[in-house]
């Protein structure tokens, strides 16, 4: 089964996180920032996956050391869910509208890490999340789980609708690029 297991324990954060990316029946998320939990429901949700993460990480500072540790965790876990990557699609891409927002995600089950990130975000805070941690997460998860990761936010006036759109779009593209479509890795390397 394609499942990550991850315990990661810092100074600044305490996480649990268990992703299965066949099974989606089982999504808890419990991180300390609303926000944030509700963009990785979100995640979970159109991407298919079953995910749950507690963590208990340093909010009296900010929410920047807890997204982002959980943003490795995830990677981690998508990494070890996908082993060697043989027979996966590897690609994916998507566009998702939320209301005045399109996002788009387009990515690479490369083994190459590196993220474009080009959203600027027009509020600097929904909720209790600072809206620049978005880029954050993504380069964490990109760099973790080996993804090249490009996303984009064609247009859109209201933060939360646009970071919903971002994490829409990356949890739909990466559903494509695990579908499991038979065969061996597909590189003409032979190995990703």
């Given at each position: 089964m394609r499942k990550g297991d991850v315990k990661r324990k810092t100074k600044e954060t305490d996480i649990s996180l268990f992703l299965d990316l066949d099974d989606g029946s089982l999504v808890s998320i419990d991180t300390g920032i609303g926000f944030f939990d509700h963009m990785l429901n979100s995640f979970a949700v159109h991407s298919g996956c079953g995910?749950?993460?507690?963590?208990?990480?340093?909010?009296?500072?900010?929410?920047?050391?807890?997204?982002?540790?959980?943003?490795?965790a995830l990677g981690q876990a998508i990494s070890q869910a996908l082993g060697d990557k043989a027979g996966?699609?590897?690609?994916?891409?998507?566009?998702?509208?939320?209301?005045?927002?399109?996002?788009?995600?387009?990515?690479?089950?490369?083994?190459?890490?590196?993220?474009?990130?080009?959203?600027?975000?027009?509020?600097?805070?929904?909720?209790?999340y600072d809206t620049c941690l978005t880029a954050e997460f993504m380069r964490a998860l990109a760099v973790n789980a080996g993804l090249t990761l490009h996303l984009r936010c064609e247009y859109g006036?209201?933060?939360?609708?646009?970071?919903?759109?971002?994490?829409?779009?990356l949890a739909r593209a990466l559903r494509q690029a695990v579908a499991v479509t038979g065969g061996g890795v597909l590189s003409a390397k032979g190995v990703l």
């Open positions: 995910l749950t993460v507690t963590c208990k990480g340093d909010l009296q500072v900010d929410g920047h050391h807890t997204v982002e540790d959980i943003g490795i996966i699609a590897r690609f994916g891409q998507s566009f998702v509208p939320m209301d005045e927002a399109l996002g788009f995600c387009a990515l690479d089950v490369s083994g190459r890490p590196y993220l474009v990130f080009d959203a600027p975000m027009p509020q600097p805070v929904c909720g209790g006036d209201n933060a939360h609708h646009i970071t919903e759109a971002l994490f829409k779009a």
